[in-house]
């Protein structure tokens, strides 16, 4: 299940990196862009992805061996 989470990240991030016009300007907008300068909010998400994804395998191929 996890891998599935994290594949649907992986393809927001992917999402984002080729059409950034696909996202909707956000509540403070000001504020938010400052944040996602130094945040990169895609790059994140993909990281956080692989991330859990990396781990999910590890434990289910702890358990399951």
């Avoid at 992917?14 to 862009?33: A, R, V």
């Avoid at 996602?36 to 358990?63: A, H």
């Amino acid at each position: 299940m996890v891998q599935y989470i994290s594949i649907f990240g992986m393809a927001i991030a992917g999402i984002s990196f080729t059409k950034q016009d696909l996202l909707k300007p956000l509540n403070y907008e000001n504020q938010w862009k400052n944040y996602f300068n130094k945040l990169n909010l895609s790059f994140v998400i993909l990281f956080m992805s692989v991330f859990s994804l990396i781990l999910s395998y590890l434990v289910e191929t702890i358990i399951l061996y």
